[in-house]
């Protein structure tokens, strides 16, 4: 069974750092494009970052001082600093065998998102 578990989301104060897992099973990770999207409240799920299966990341702009991605053999993770009240929502990760980082298109697997409130 095809299967994407984010964790690490959690409750920080303005300013302060998480950083997001999204671990894999059922399929191979590596293979996969990956990318981080959210879902602010009232508002529509938008991309924040991703990485291709080379290696190449695209971020917002808005968060690309801020957060970095990466991957290893095991997830893909999410480091995110200097956070804001309006980066508050679920985070959730998708993996798209289409090895180009895009928001554009077409991702199979999702997971069931993690919670991230950032407090002011």
């Known amino acids: 069974q095809v299967q994407l578990v984010e964790s690490g989301g959690g409750l920080v104060q303005f300013g302060g750092s998480l950083r997001l897992s999204c671990a894999a099973s059922g399929f191979i ?3 996969h494009t990956i990318a981080w999207f959210r879902q ?3 508002k529509e799920r938008e991309g924040v970052s ?3 299966p080379g290696g190449k990341t695209m971020y917002v702009d808005s968060m690309k001082e ?3 991605i990466s991957r290893d053999n095991v997830g893909v993770y999410l480091q995110m600093n200097r956070l804001k ?3 508050t929502g679920i985070y ?3 993996g798209s ?3 180009l980082c895009s928001f554009e ?3 199979e697997h999702w997971g069931q998102g993690t919670q991230v409130t950032v407090s002011s």
């Open 66 to 68: 801020r957060f970095t």
């Open 97 to 99: 065998r289409i090895a």
């Open 92 to 94: 959730y990760c998708a």
């Open 29 to 31: 990770l590596n293979d």
């Open 40 to 42: 602010a409240p009232g």
């Open 105 to 107: 298109h077409r991702y």
């Open 85 to 87: 009240p309006e980066d």
């Open 50 to 52: 991703c990485i291709s």
